[in-house]
Every structure is written in C-alpha cells, then in structure tokens.
C-alpha cells in the first residue's frame, strides 16, 4: 500500500475517534467528567489511539502540517499506554475540548483533497 493510501486510512480513523470523543463529550460536563474513571479512561483510550494513528502517518504529511503538534499527540499515546499513573485528568478535558478539533478539520479537509 502507498503511503498516501496509508495516510488517508489514518486520517479516516481519526476523524472517526474525533467523533466518537465528541458524542462522548456531548453528554457529559466537565464535572461529571472528573468525578467518572470510567469516563477518563474512555476518552483517554480515544486520545491515545489518536496518538497512535497521528504516529502512523507518513513523516512527509507531518512535515507539510508541522503546525500541528503531533510530538504532544503522540506523547500522549505513550503516557496512556505506558505511566498511566501520570494520566492527567484536567490535560484529557482541555484536549478532547479543545485542541482536537483543529485535528479534526485538518483530517478532514485532507481527506476531501485526496477522495476529490
């Protein structure tokens, strides 16, 4: 498979963790957020696999998007998957709230460019 290909499976896969942290969020305040492990174990799975699809992409789609920050991204995945004890809660909030939705959009216009 070509790495365009490839990217453009992990931008689909993005989109579609994005959306499923957004519905999630849709339901939840920032409150009911921090009193529920169940929900900040959910959204930070969701962001870590974001992470992990964010570290898949080819190096030259990171470079020509170097604006995003896909080091903190994919630091997040590994802070997740490998010190869960140093998950922070209030970090999981301010990420899925409001720095995931540049990621989003970026993913998205990406897509539109590559499936016109």
Request: a negative charge; proline letters at 2%; hydrophobic letters at 45%.
């Amino acid at each position: 498979m070509l790495a365009e290909d490839r990217d453009l499976a992990y931008l689909q896969t993005i989109v579609l963790l994005a959306e499923r942290i957004k519905a999630h969020l849709d339901k939840l305040t920032v409150a009911q957020f921090m009193d529920s492990y169940d929900d900040i174990d959910l959204l930070s799975y969701r962001l870590s696999m974001v992470g992990e699809y964010a570290n898949k992409l080819s190096a030259s789609f990171r470079a020509s998007h170097d604006h995003m920050p896909w080091i903190a991204m994919i630091g997040l995945r590994n802070i997740v998957a490998h010190q869960y004890a140093r998950v922070d809660p209030d970090r999981i909030w301010a990420t899925a709230t409001s720095d995931l939705g540049a990621l989003e959009k970026l993913c998205r216009d990406q897509i539109e460019l590559r499936e016109s």
